[in-house]
């Protein structure tokens, strides 16, 4: 296609707006977003974007269902209820699972690339590892309602031997310009730069399980940059498909994290620890680390950036963006 359309779903969210930029980057402007602006730092993620329209996600959601033609080239369906302590299921099941269903379904009928989002909370408390093999995917056990929606698509998914075409991504632990909306969702790099700020101090949660130490918990933390490096890879890739970890590779304590967000900010080091509150005390992730090795033999090669680097050119960017306010 010489002026190839895309449809990005999410598209005034952390991933979704920073893809929508990217693509910018590509020159590409023919760019439907989808998303629900709910939120006024949504609408601010979409104000430096060029894209040939936006829809409501109700109302695109209607026109997929009834089955409306767009001569799209790929579809990033990155929309979804990302809040681990959603206790609705059936508003998890037709937001998360079965949209994503309708618009899979839409999308391969039509031949269009389907890329979407699914989520290392898949792969719960991680005791049956973090290997993204479809094979594997009834050994999984998610601990939250969000995690449990992102696993049941991605069975279904396997079930019906869609793998073969489509693309999911199960991004760990990602961070980076264009959170604000997400509330209580926020990384902890934007909710940290918040409380040292006001403070000067930092609250982490501290250990509950002897094996590790207060703050020695551990994450893959993945910069949205390379969140959307690798959502593109396979943009231009249309001979990978399959089911992907999106992560780095490297774990990091919340301690390394920590030293990163104070050294960013020129602020002296001052961590305390609080207790995990109880609600999720036992849904508490104490290690994440995505298993990259098929990530790699599809060919995706490029250098994620260093913590200590994205996270300096986050806090940077939330600094200036602070002053400007």
């Known amino acids: 296609m010489h002026n190839p359309m895309f449809i990005v779903t999410g598209g005034a969210g952390l991933i979704g707006s920073n893809l929508v930029a990217a693509l910018n980057a590509r020159g590409y402007e023919n760019i439907l977003v989808v998303d629900n602006l709910n939120h006024p730092a949504k609408k601010e993620n979409l104000n430096q974007l060029q894209f040939l329209q936006y829809l409501d996600k109700q109302d695109f959601r209607k026109i997929i269902q009834g089955g409306k033609d767009f001569p799209a080239q790929t579809v990033f369906h990155l929309g979804a209820c990302s809040a681990t302590t959603e206790t609705d299921k059936a508003y998890l099941d037709s937001n998360n699972l079965t949209y994503t269903q309708e ?6 009928e039509r031949k269009i690339r389907f890329i979407y989002a699914s989520s290392a909370a898949t792969y719960g408390d991680g005791e049956n590892g973090y290997a993204d093999d479809e094979n594997a995917l009834n050994t999984l056990k998610p601990l939250n309602l969000y995690g449990q929606s992102k696993h049941d698509f991605d069975c279904w998914a396997h079930k019906k031997n869609l793998f073969r075409d489509i693309v999911g991504l199960k991004y760990f632990n990602v961070y980076g310009p264009g959170e604000d909306h997400k509330g209580n969702m926020r990384s902890v790099v934007n909710k940290a730069w918040h409380q040292i700020r006001e403070t000067g101090k930092l609250e982490l949660f501290r250990s509950h399980r002897p094996e590790f130490a207060d703050g020695c918990q551990q994450r893959d933390f993945l910069y949205v940059a390379d969140a959307v490096a690798i959502t593109l890879f396979f943009h ?8 992907f970890n999106a992560g780095t590779g490297t774990p990091h304590t919340w301690l390394e994290l920590a030293n990163a967000i104070f050294a960013a900010m020129n602020t002296p080091l001052d961590i305390s620890f609080i207790d995990i509150p109880d609600e999720i005390r ?18 995706f090669k490029e250098p994620f950036t260093p913590l200590e680097t994205a996270v300096s050119k986050y806090i940077t960017m939330l600094d200036k963006e602070a002053k400007t306010i």
């Open 236 to 243: 231009d890739h249309p001979d990978q498909s399959g089911l």
């Open 282 to 299: 036992q849904k508490y992730q104490y290690y994440t680390l995505a298993d990259i090795h098929k990530l790699q033999k599809a060919g």
């Open 103 to 108: 618009l899979c379904e839409w999308a391969l």
